[in-house]
Structure formats: C-alpha cells, structure tokens
C-alpha cells in the first residue's frame, strides 16, 4: 500500500506533468509546426467549429503506397484547437493510409496531453475530424471514371 | 452604488445562494432562476396538472386561470392588452412564427424591400433570409456607424425607402449590448407604411419595455434570459394587425370550425397558439415578471449600467484587452464583450471558467457582426444582471490577467 508521502509526491508529479504538457500545448500554439499550404500533389480537407469560430485546413501528401510523405495546415482559433492541429500533422508523417483510419479521438486527447472538458472536445478535434474528411476523399487523382 | 443589494438577491437563487464560488456574468446567453419561479412551475405539477381550456374540473380551471393569470401579467409588464401577447417556445420560435404568419397573410411580393441591422441575432436574421430567398426580396443591412458599434441615424432614413415593407431591429445587440433608438427607426419606417419588427430578447427585464412608446408593430423575446425558464416565449403585436393576420402554425385550439376540407380562425391570441402550449413555461413566466417587477425593473437597469461601467473602464485599463460593446452605458444594456491580444477568447472563456467565472466566447449566434462587422473569428463576453457584484467584476479581471500570464 502507498504512503500518504507518497501519493503526494505522486499527485505533485502528475500535477507537474500536467503543467509540462501545458506548455507543450501552448508552444505548439505560439509556435505552431507546418503551418503552411502544401503546394505540390495532397489532399485537403477543412474543418469548423460554428459556435467558436475555430476554422482548420489540413493538408496531406501521399506516396504511391499511401504513406504520407507530408502534411500541413491553415487556421486560426483557440489554443486547443491550433495546438492540436500543429501536433496532429507531426504526427501523421510517415504514417500509412490505414494507420491514419486507425487514429482515434483518444489518441488526439493522448497527443495533446490535457484534461480536455467536453466544452473543449469540438477544439481538440477539429485536426481530426478535418483528417476523418480526407480518409473519405480519394487519396490519388483517379482517371476520369470510364462507363464502358 | 444603487438601491439594489444583490447579495440579497442572490439568495433568490438557489444556485447563486448555494454555490458561493460561481461568478454568472453569461445571463446574455440564459438568466439564473429564482426560487419563486421554480416554485410556480411546480405548484403547477403538483397542484393543478390540466390542460388548458378544455377540462370541466377544477384542476383544469385553476390551470386555464394560472395561464391566463400570465398572460395579463406579461400584457401589464410590456404595457400592451392580453389579447396582443402570443405565447410561444422562445424568442427563436416568435421570430419564425411572425415570418410565417406575415408570409400567410400576404405581406410581401417580390420586388418588396426587408430592412434590418448588422447588428441581429440569427433568430431575427435567418428566417428573414428565407422570406427573402422565397419570394425574391431585397434584404437589405443597415451597418454599424464608422469605428462604432451603434446605428448611425442618418444613414437609417437612406435604408428605409418607399419599397420597403418590413424592418426589423433588435432592441438590444446580445453582442455589444447596443440599445437601438426603435421608437426613431419605427417612425421612419411607418412614414413608408412598413411594419416594424422588434427583437427584444437580450432587453426584455434587464430595462423596461412599453410597446406604446416603442414604436413597434410586433416584439418578440424569450422568457430564460429574465428570470424565467427555459422553452418558453412571446411574440407580442398590435391587437389590430394581429386581428388580420393568419396563424403561422396550424394544429388544435386554433380553430373555430374545421370541416374535412378547411377551417377558420377564432380570435386573437387563441389563433396563433396551436397546441397545448408550454403550460408550465407559461406560468414561470408569470411568476418571473411578478418577481421582476418586485425587484423594479428600473433599479435592475440602474445596476447593470454602474456594472457594465465599471467592467468597461476596468477592462479597458488592462494592456492587450479591446472592449467591443457600447461604451456609453445609457445606451448598452449591461454586456461587455472584449478580446484579448494573442488569446482566442475561446481560451480566455476556458481559463475564466476553471476559476469559477461564467462568461461566453464566439459569435453569440450573430456572425454578421462578430465576423464581418467587428472583424474577428470570435469575442469574449461578460453580460452582468442585478445579481453581480463588483465583487465579481473583480473576478473577471482576475481572471483575465490569469489568462494573460498563462499564455504570456
């Protein structure tokens, strides 16, 4: 059984992660990783938060065996919301099609590492569900469908 | 500072009274409900639980007299007859009910001319879009005056022309908390034989509303943000044009004949309340005027104005903070929305809330505005009532300087 001390020092430590990850989420927002538009070959897909005003482009390149080769984005809204954008697109890199239809929402929550109240649940996955909109596209132009 | 002292009133409360902790400044989004409203909605349950104007019985007697007890009681708070007041689900549901009823009745042709502000709520804008849209109206947007968040009345009287046929203006902005001068918009607009429609939803109990003086053909608010609950509503109008206008929603109680291929109307208001209303609703409503009127909607005015003054000036001293609301607080009915530099309002809200403090971020359902007009994707929002406190304009700046330093 755990000592009082040291469930203390255990709740201090999760506390300071806590705080840790805080810092992560708003260096990402201050300083947000690949945001920029993507000008060769990708995917793109936008996603919105009508009630705050939280608006994200996600883009993505894929290899010919659907890997992602690159991945970017453009937005403007909460911290949450961009943060998650900017670590989202780190994170798809290198990933597989199939890798990406494997992401879940716990995984974003996971990733951005702070409680997220469901107030803050549209916000932290904003990157995602603009992902999820991409998944349904056709990954490669596709000839022109041919009836015959 | 005024005559009110709302750490009495708070414990009218029962969740300003019981939580200690919880700084309420969102009441432009839904007003806190006191005791004695509760109260009248239950007595309702568990005293006379009836239909309305159909059961031969006592209980259906006491509840056809509690409703229509309410209904005078709304008449006598906005100075109209009861006859003129339609109760309805919320301010959202008058708005499209009116629309539709105009719509019924042949109000509008193509061609005709809808003015209103850029300054409206969606409840008021959306369903006059798709009047407009329907029948190939011209709607027209009168702006926000240069580097201003209120009406520039000149350029009002350009807006309103001979083919204009109905203007819509809210009372008060539930963004800026603007009060609009609708009694000099009203007189332009009846120059021109145009019906005047007036949103007074973020105004209604937070300043005193006599339809006589305000000009209007038609208003409409909802009960939840003046101390009643929530799902209930009025559309008030000129008993006049009430008389020759047709229902906007079509069902049971409205009616005086019904063959298989047609009915007729009875009068006003039965005409325009189809189905068993919000019963319950209606009463809280009730109780909610009787408990504003007790307060006296005047103190309660006074009090937002000291409120929303010092918010203004304290906020406005805060390097990095913009206020986007009407500064000369004579003319804002108590809401202060505000913006922080390099942080979205939706953090400041998130961070303002773990420290106990209510308010609101985002559009405030009035995009137009907030997008276009003020520019920006979202705003902050603190909206005080006769429950705040400066102790809680305190917080709000506490709360700021927080977010400030978290994300400095």
């Known amino acids: ?148 | 500072m005024n005559k009110l002292d709302s750490e009495i009133i708070k414990k009218d409360f029962p969740l300003l009274g019981k939580a200690k902790n919880l700084v309420y400044l969102d009441t432009a989004a839904t007003s806190q409900t006191p005791q004695v409203v509760l109260d009248a909605m239950d007595a309702y349950y568990t005293k006379f639980r009836a239909n309305i104007h159909r059961g031969l019985y006592e209980v259906g007697e006491d509840a056809s007299a509690a409703y229509d007890d309410a209904r005078t009681k709304v008449a006598h708070f906005i100075g109209a007859e009861p006859r003129e007041v339609i109760f309805t689900a919320g301010a959202t549901a008058s708005s499209n009910m009116l629309i539709a009823m105009l719509e019924h009745s042949g109000v509008v042709k193509t061609g005709d001319e809808i003015v209103t502000t850029a300054m409206e709520h969606h409840a008021s804008l959306i369903p006059l879009q798709e009047l407009a849209k329907r029948h190939d109206l011209d709607l027209k947007h009168i702006p926000l005056a240069e580097g201003s968040v209120a009406l520039n009345y000149e350029v009002v009287e350009k807006f309103i022309t001979e083919k204009t046929k109905i203007v819509s203006v809210c009372l008060a902005s539930n963004v800026t908390g603007t009060i609009n001068d609708v009694a000099r918009i009203a007189e332009l607009a009846h120059k021109v034989g145009a019906l005047v429609i007036c949103d007074a939803t973020a105004a209604i109990g937070h300043m005193s509303v006599d339809v006589k003086t305000l000009g209007a053909d038609f208003i409409y608010f909802s009960g939840h943000k003046m101390c009643g609950p929530t799902g209930v509503g009025v559309l008030w109008g000129k008993a006049e044009i009430l008389e020759k206008l047709e229902p906007g929603v079509y069902g049971g109680g409205i009616v005086e004949d019904v063959t298989l291929a047609r009915a007729t109307w009875r009068g006003i208001p039965e005409r325009f309340e189809a189905g068993t209303p919000n019963i319950a609703g209606v009463i809280g409503l009730g109780a909610a005027v009787d408990y504003l009127e007790k307060v006296g909607v005047d103190d309660i005015r006074a009090h937002s104005m000291t409120l929303a003054e010092e918010a203004i000036a304290r906020l406005e001293e805060i390097p990095g903070v913009r206020v986007f609301a009407e500064k000369d607080v004579a003319k804002n009915v108590g809401i202060v929305s505000f913006v922080i530099a390099g942080i979205h309002p939706h953090d400041v809200a998130d961070i303002l809330g773990k420290e106990g403090v209510a308010i609101r971020a985002g559009h405030h359902c009035a995009m137009p505005l907030v997008t276009d007009a003020l520019g920006l994707p979202a705003v902050a929002r603190a909206s005080f009532y006769f429950y705040n406190t400066t102790e809680d304009v305190d917080a709000l700046v506490r709360g700021i300087k927080k977010a400030q330093e978290i994300f400095k």
Do not use: W
């Open chain 1, 1 to 148: 059984m755990l000592s009082c001390a040291v469930l203390k020092k255990h709740k201090k430590f999760l506390n300071k992660m806590e705080e840790l990850y805080k810092e992560n989420l708003l260096d990402h927002n201050a300083h947000p990783h690949n945001k920029r538009v993507i000008e060769g070959v990708h995917v793109e897909a936008e996603a919105r938060n009508a009630s705050c005003g939280d608006r994200g482009v996600l883009m993505v390149a894929f290899d010919e065996h659907d890997r992602v080769t690159d991945a970017a984005f453009q937005g403007e809204g909460c911290a949450v919301s961009q943060a998650a954008l900017s670590m989202l697109t780190d994170k798809l890199k290198g990933k597989t099609e199939n890798e990406l239809k494997l992401l879940s929402p716990g995984d974003i929550y996971t990733m951005l590492g702070v409680h997220i109240s469901p107030g803050r649940v549209n916000c932290a996955l904003l990157g995602y569900e603009a992902l999820q909109k991409i998944l349904k596209k056709p990954l490669h132009e596709k000839a022109p469908l041919c009836l015959h």
